[in-house]
């Protein structure tokens, strides 16, 4: 039998066109943008459909038009017979992802989880001025090694672990120095690649702590509800569904490590689950899939195609 989890994409998967073809062929898509729109005050729709780039590469949009095409493939998806609570056994999202997941599983209604987004995102940018932060993909250092690496890197500044992504692939997060320093000693140490990202700020590094702040009191005055499955978070790598719990993590995720590859592990290991479903933007963590649990069935559900063949063959 099937276990599934659904699992919600993170910053990066962006890009001009995202939901349109969602919109274009369910009104379940168009309610939701329109809702997520009118909670922002913003058109955020025609920048995801239209552009342009740069400003929807802007966390502070980024970050609620990912959740926004999430939640119409989740709503679509229900549309079709095929709802969460029935066809989930653990919901998991990537950072920001993780409140996507949440108000997947009822945890925020959607108006409340787009405001959060957005002021999470202008919380992040505004944390560390334009050009002291950094960060970098590091591919084909293990873990441990790794942090060795940011360590010695830091001196007395910030480098993090960031995200940990899948075996081999790591993100560092720090000052700008810091980071570079790190780059260097990881090509000294057999890095098959070490590259900067072309990011605005130093994501889950302690540098984010005046971002974390704002969310403690922004997630403070919002209602939750415990989630219809539970939630394996990125700090923990582990399900909860308590909701204080999920406000203290979401917090402590602004600076933490997004442990990815734990997370997947454990959903397949200690939850049994033996499909992970990607709903939203992209296909990055069905990829990230593949890597970490090559022998667990990996799928991306972004599209009307994806959507119509999966609700098919679920005989929903």
């Not at 919109?23 to 459909?49: C, H």
């Not at 690496?149 to 500044?157: N, R, T």
């Not at 081999?168 to 000693?185: F, M, Y």
């Amino acid at each position: 039998m099937t276990r599934r989890a659904f699992t919600f994409p993170g910053q990066g998967s962006q890009a001009v066109g995202m939901g349109k073809d969602l919109a274009d062929t369910y009104q379940e898509a168009r309610n939701v943008f329109a809702e997520v729109d009118e909670a922002l005050g913003q058109n955020l729709s025609a920048l995801m459909f239209e552009g342009p780039d740069e400003t929807l590469r802007l966390t502070e949009n980024a970050q609620p038009a990912l959740l926004a095409v999430s939640i119409a493939v989740v709503r679509v998806l229900a549309s079709r017979g095929v709802r969460l609570a029935d066809h989930a056994a653990f919901v998991a999202g990537h950072s920001l992802g993780e409140y996507s997941a949440l108000c997947a599983a009822g945890t925020f209604s959607l108006s409340d989880a787009a405001r959060l987004l957005k002021t999470r995102g202008l919380a992040m940018q505004e944390a560390v001025p334009v050009g002291e932060g950094a960060m970098a993909a590091i591919l084909g250092v293990e873990f441990d090694t790794l942090v060795d690496i940011a360590g010695a890197a830091a001196l007395d500044q910030v480098c993090d672990i960031a995200n940990d992504n899948a075996p081999g692939q790591i993100v560092i997060s720090g000052n700008k120095a810091a980071v570079e320093r790190a780059i260097d000693l990881a090509k000294a140490r057999g890095a098959k690649r070490a590259l900067p990202l072309p990011v605005s700020a130093p994501f889950h590094s302690h540098l984010m702590a005046p971002a974390a702040e704002v969310m403690h009191e922004a997630l403070a005055a919002v209602s939750m509800h415990a989630p219809v499955v539970p939630l394996v978070a990125n700090v923990l790598a582990r399900p909860i569904s308590d909701p204080d719990e999920i406000r203290k993590r979401l917090v402590e995720q602004v600076t933490g490590m997004v442990r990815w590859t734990e997370s997947v592990r454990w959903l397949v290991t200690e939850g049994e689950v033996t499909e992970l479903a990607e709903l939203g933007v992209g296909k990055v963590l069905t990829g990230l899939a593949k890597r970490i649990t090559p022998d667990t069935g990996a799928l991306a559900l972004g599209t009307p195609a994806d959507i119509e063949a999966y609700a098919a063959a679920l005989g929903a």
